[in-house]
């Protein structure tokens, strides 16, 4: 029984790690209309690790731009998503915005840059 006991904690010591790679880290949008409402994209990542993955954080680059994570762990090998939505309202022209992602991930996806652009046609009132 002691072996048994010696083992698991051997197992415990060596855990795995959380990694994440996503499919893409640049969304164009291309042109939308400045009073066309917000406009939103899914980036899908998946835990390539073998421990659960948490997103700790993911802030944008501005106001503009709102960032949507899970709050759970993504388990190993399972997907997720990190959803940006873009408001361009009073914000004509071009725009180049980032989300910086925080995971608990020791080495491959622990801080990762995702981001979106496109040009804001103006609202001709």
Do not use: Q, W
Not at 29 to 41: K, L, M, Q, R, W
Not at 53 to 63: D, E, I, R, Y
Request: proline share 7%; glycine share 10%.
């Amino acid at each position: 029984m002691a072996m048994a006991v010696a083992a698991a904690g051997a197992f415990g010591i060596n855990a795995g790690e959380p990694a994440v790679e996503f499919t893409e880290l640049v969304h164009d949008f291309g042109t939308i209309a400045e009073n066309g409402g917000p406009v939103s994209h899914e980036f899908e990542f998946i835990n390539s690790g073998d421990a659960p993955l948490m997103v700790v954080n993911a802030t944008a680059s501005c106001g503009c731009t709102r960032p949507d994570f899970p709050k759970k762990p993504v388990a190993a090998s399972k997907k997720g998503k990190i959803k940006v939505t873009y408001l361009p309202a009073g914000r004509p022209g071009e725009f180049n915005k980032t989300v910086t992602v925080k995971t608990n991930a020791k080495k491959k996806g622990k801080k990762v840059t995702l981001r979106i652009k496109g040009f804001v046609t103006p609202d001709n009132k």
